[in-house]
């Protein structure tokens, strides 16, 4: 994710737009590997006390995201077309510090799993399951189906109104 961050800010020597986009699909191969820690991070960090805590946290940190995306270019952007290049460009840098300023300590701080699990349970029921099985295992729990079909139809819903959400406050001045 660093890696195409820093691809993304060679648009201004280049002056080809190809470099933000080839530094976005970089960036966003990471998302696979960032996407879905949530629940194994909670259940391997913390006690059962504090996992709901934390899996509650942690889920929130990717709409949080989405919400400050949103946001920041309102900070840098002027509406002067002759500034937009260089506005443009000190918004990829502030991205791309933001990013390796988090995800650098993250990658020489973080551990895989604490020195001792946080629960007895933790230790002992850890139950090897092939991915096969697993799969199986979700989709016939109803509890869980009723989970994903959820969480898929909001989220397709905030995508879809994210991309048109300009079409919809421009008229207001927004």
Do not use: H
């Amino acid at each position: 994710m660093v890696l195409g961050a820093w691809i993304r800010l060679l648009v201004s020597p280049t002056d080809s737009f190809i470099a933000v986009l080839g530094g976005s699909v970089v960036a966003s191969l990471a998302q696979a590997f960032l996407a879905n820690p949530v629940a194994k991070m909670a259940t391997t960090w913390f006690g059962d006390k504090e996992r709901g805590t934390a899996t509650a946290f942690g889920s929130m940190a990717s709409p949080l995201g989405c919400l400050l995306s949103f946001l920041l270019p309102n900070l840098f952007f002027t509406g002067d077309e002759s500034q937009f290049k260089n506005e443009f460009f000190f918004y990829l840098l502030v991205q791309t510090i933001i990013i390796t300023c988090l995800s650098i300590p993250s990658m020489i701080f973080l551990k895989e799993e604490p020195p001792s699990p946080p629960t007895v349970l933790l230790k002992d029921s850890i139950l090897p399951m092939a991915m096969g099985d697993s799969i199986k295992s979700l989709f016939s729990n109803r509890n869980y189906m009723c989970l994903f079909i959820s969480f898929n139809f909001s989220y397709g819903l905030y995508c879809a109104i994210s991309g048109v959400i300009s079409s919809f406050t421009d008229p207001y001045g927004y």
